[in-house]
């Protein structure tokens, strides 16, 4: 997973670097891990070289001190997983370690994670979705109309879909051509598809009936003991891997965040791109209203409530930079699987709403620096 | 470029023959409408003097707020001698202070104000009494006793109470018998105040013990989540009591997911999914404690006596009692058919 993930980041410096000046993005903002890794590196692993060579080529100076420190981020995170494992193994070793209680960590992490490897593209590029959690509600809904439930599994299946992609369409459109900031076309977004959301509902909460979709959420459905739900979520982060650090596409995403003006002297059509991520990101969220749907067995307006900020925030937990230019789908989906661990082990405790938020809070602020002074170890 | 323009074509075709599915699917409409519940009247029935009920309340963004605009309009329609002008909902304090003042300026003959937050609608309430407006406050309490006239609502500590007295009785010569609770969200005082009731009733019965106890955000969503964690949490337990019957939609879900019987369920509310599947007889869900959304109702019924000066038949006052808190039954599939009327979607 490491090299990939670094060749994604090379490549947006590297188109950076086509350029001429370095990059406007990293060399301006030193508070964020990428800058004050990248100084890192430069002081402590290159050393040798002069100051003025390693910062005219960062692409050539970072390629291997970047591998290493993306291999150390995804193993940090993987320190605090085994790091919750060990707490929930211990406080509560016989529900914690069970075949169902890890079926049913990743049954909940799925619909969420899905929408995440949306959101990490579309941070990747340096945009942002605050729509996610009401695209998610609409979709929800609008699958779960007595009208289409009619039309059985597939009616909801491409309703889900259809709907994520249209208003990812839309997004991408009002960013890409109508020159509107990510975060107010998203935010329009947001208000607008929960309120079509309450529209159709009427604030009722509307139940599935039909039998093959409930079926998909019931052990009887287990392929060797793994929920079709998390099967989806897997396929989903497989696939969001292999297009962000296989693809043309996906270093074109990486370029974009890095440096969108570089990007387009470069050759690429930054906004068809930016388009087209913001149509992946819809889609991510139609995926995941029909996980949702057969989750919960009926879809509500109230559904995928706040999931904008779960789903960034294990983006960023995961090592994407908010500011774009670099991203990992390993790193969120370790992510996701932090959060809903943490909400696993707290319920099984029996710790209430108020402990559960404080601690909730405290644990991603430990989990962050845990993950930046293993950087500074690991690069020493 | 033919390519491109064919590509465009197919995309075009496919896109609207979508989106043409799509607009075909937004229907909602059951087969037919319920007819309201019964319409046995509080007050006089014999028309009487006009009066325009002006009616302000939350946005209905969930089944039983819905059905509380659902009663108060259907029950509005039922008298000769009454107008509601009902503003849209709204869960912005300031906007439903602007609604209220709108309905003072209107000069209607009585408001009835369910307010998104009690504390925060006080002074309109005041402003609206002040102009000569009495106020019907409906559930949620406003600050000051002078802001109203009559507070109609439900008791939520009382729905506890009830919910821990049913599972009691059920469970008392049970020996160490466990209890789960799925409450609504923490930071609502009227889940404190159920919770309490609950704790407070199965106190009387010394062989029940409330083993765990996770706050959902009565939503299906959280409902299914916060279920599937004390299933996995509590390997074996006797009864459960769900705060609200949304999110037990989702808790449903859950017990189904996980394959678990063998203890009863509770709910709470009262809605018409959760009276169906107690009068089916066919899963854990045996019985839900009201938290009628007839109280609407029951506000305009009262908000019309006092528009006629009149008091409640039934009742030897002259005059509207100052505040009617609602019992909360038990529904369960002895006494269900009785309630289905009432159940809310």
């Known amino acids: ?79 605090v997983l085994l790091a919750l494992v060990i707490v929930g193994g211990f406080t509560r070793p016989e529900q914690f370690l069970s075949t169902s209680n890890l079926q049913l960590v990743l049954t909940q992490a799925s619909v969420i994670g899905v929408v995440t490897v949306g959101m990490t593209f579309v941070i990747t590029s340096g945009g942002i979705d605050l729509s996610v959690g009401a695209i998610l509600a609409l979709a929800s809904v609008w699958a779960t109309t007595v009208a289409t439930q009619e039309y059985g599994f597939g009616g909801i299946l491409f309703t889900a879909v259809a709907v994520g992609l249209a208003c990812g369409l839309v997004n991408g459109l009002l960013i890409a051509y109508g020159g509107m900031v990510p975060f107010i076309a998203t935010l329009a977004m947001l208000a607008s598809a929960r309120g079509l959301a309450l529209q159709i509902t009427e604030g009722k909460t509307q139940i599935v009936t039909v039998q093959s979709v409930l079926d998909l959420g019931v052990p009887d459905s287990y392929v060797l003991g793994i929920p079709p739900l998390v099967l989806v979520f897997a396929a989903v982060t497989v696939i969001g891997w292999l297009v962000l650090n296989r693809t043309t596409f996906g270093r074109r995403t990486v370029a974009v965040g890095g440096n969108a003006e570089a990007a387009r002297l470069a050759g690429i059509d930054v906004r068809r791109q930016r388009l087209y991520l913001y149509l992946l990101s819809g889609l991510c969220c139609g995926i995941a209203a029909f996980l949702l749907i057969i989750l919960a067995g009926s879809g509500q307006n109230t559904n995928g409530n706040l999931y904008e900020l779960d789903a960034i925030a294990a983006a960023i937990i995961g090592g994407t930079l908010l500011t774009g230019g670099r991203g990992t789908i390993v790193g969120s989906v370790l992510g996701v699987l932090v959060f809903t661990t943490i909400t696993n082990i707290f319920a099984l405790n029996n710790l209430q709403s108020d402990v559960q938020q404080i601690a909730k809070g405290a644990i991603i602020v430990a989990a962050v620096l845990i993950q930046r002074r293993t950087l500074r170890g690991g690069e020493s | ?36 519940a019964d319409s046995r009247p509080a007050a006089d029935d014999k028309p009487g003097k006009h009066v325009t009920i002006g009616f302000a309340g939350p946005q209905a963004d969930h089944g039983w707020l819905n059905a509380i605009n659902e009663q108060a309009r259907s029950r509005a329609e039922t008298y000769s001698d009454v107008t509601l002008d009902a503003t849209e909902g709204s869960n912005d304090t300031a906007a439903q202070i602007g609604q209220v003042e709108t309905l003072i300026n209107k000069k209607v003959d009585v408001l009835v104000i369910l307010p998104a937050d009690g504390k925060a609608l006080t002074q309109v309430g005041l402003k609206a009494m002040r102009a000569g407006i009495p106020v019907i406050n409906l559930d949620r309490v406003f600050a000051d006793p ?36 799925l409450s609504g969200p923490d930071s609502l005082e009227l889940t404190q105040q159920r919770t309490k009731g609950f704790d407070d009733a199965l106190k009387n019965y010394p062989n029940i013990r409330k083993v765990a106890r996770q706050a959902a955000d009565f939503t299906v969503e959280s409902g299914q989540a916060k279920m599937a964690q004390l299933l996995q949490a509590q390997s074996s337990f006797d009864a459960l009591w769900n705060h609200d ?23 709470g509310a009262g809605a018409k999914s959760a009276m169906d599947a107690i009068k089916a007889d066919n899963s854990v869900l045996k019985a839900t404690v009201l938290y009628p959304p007839t109280m609407a109702a029951s506000a305009i019924d009262l908000a019309r006596a006092l528009g006629q000066s009149k008091g409640i038949s039934g009742m030897s006052e002259l005059e509207i009692p100052a505040s009617v808190t609602l019992f909360s039954a038990v529904v369960d599939k002895q006494n269900v058919d009785q309630y289905l009327p009432t159940g809310f979607n």
Do not use: H
């Open chain 1, 1 to 79: 997973m490491t090299p990939p993930a670094s060749e994604a980041q090379q490549g947006g410096t590297g188109a950076a670097a086509a350029s001429g000046p370095p990059t406007p993005n990293t060399t301006e903002t030193p508070n964020t891990p990428n800058a004050t890794n990248a100084a890192n590196t430069t002081n402590m692993t290159k050393t040798s070289s002069t100051p003025n060579a390693s910062t005219a080529s960062p692409a050539s100076g970072g390629r291997p001190g970047l591998g290493l420190r993306l291999d150390v981020r995804n193993l940090s995170l993987l320190g």
């Open chain 2, 1 to 36: 470029m033919p390519e491109t323009s064919r590509r465009g074509l197919l995309f075009g075709t496919a896109a609207v023959s979508a989106g043409a599915f799509l607009t075909a699917c937004t229907s909602n409409e059951p087969a037919k409408k319920e007819p309201a």
């Open chain 2, 146 to 181: 002078q802001a109203y006239r009559c507070w109609v609502g439900g008791d939520n500590y009382g729905m506890g109470l009830n919910a821990g007295k049913y599972i009691g009785e059920k469970l008392k010569d049970k020996p160490n018998a466990k209890v789960v609770e």
């Open chain 2, 245 to 267: 019957d949304d999110q037990g939609v989702g808790a449903l879900r859950a017990v189904q997911q996980a394959g678990r019987e063998g203890f009863l369920m509770v709910g």
